[in-house]
């Protein structure tokens, strides 16, 4: 039987054995570089149906639109880190009393509709459409990353 021995280039085991003491570090950063893209575009969709289609005259305030946000890269118990696109709470300027809604809430409704309020869905698509764009910002952050290293 024949047999083939193939080295991998001294400048490629390198950069791997750095990026294993890096992981930490690179990886929040590249899955902030995907979650901006979602965020960016979670905020457009969102800003588009706020308002629209509506029997009465809108009075959003843009308090929905700017809890929206990303959070910081975390690792969860199963050891995946992962970021996530969600809005603030408590509401700015909702009643300390418990009556005022949470952003979390509106946006569901918004999302989903309620009797009498037809649904105007933002995330579902903002997912979708953006996949591609955040994997390609990811990779383009990592390849960034490892030429750094």
Do not use: W
């Not at 047999?3 to 902030?32: C, G, H, W």
């Not at 603030?88 to 309620?114: D, Q, T, V, Y």
């Amino acid at each position: 039987m024949a047999k083939a021995t193939i080295q991998m280039p001294e400048n490629f085991l390198r950069k791997i054995s750095t990026l294993e003491k890096r992981t930490d570090d690179i990886v929040p950063r590249v899955l902030e570089a995907g979650g901006e893209v979602m965020l960016a575009r979670v905020k457009s969709n969102l800003r588009a149906v706020i308002g629209k289609g509506t029997k009465y005259d809108s009075r959003s305030t843009g308090t929905l639109a700017a809890a929206l946000g990303l959070s910081d890269a975390l690792v969860d118990r199963e050891g995946n880190h992962n970021v996530k696109v969600g809005f603030s709470e408590p509401r700015r300027g909702a009643r300390r009393s418990g009556g005022g809604s949470s952003n979390a809430m509106l946006a569901n409704i918004i999302e989903h509709g309620k009797h009498g309020q037809p649904a105007k869905p933002f995330l579902k698509p903002a997912k979708s459409s953006a996949k591609n764009a955040c994997i390609e910002a990811m990779m383009s952050k990592l390849e960034e990353e490892l030429g750094r290293i």
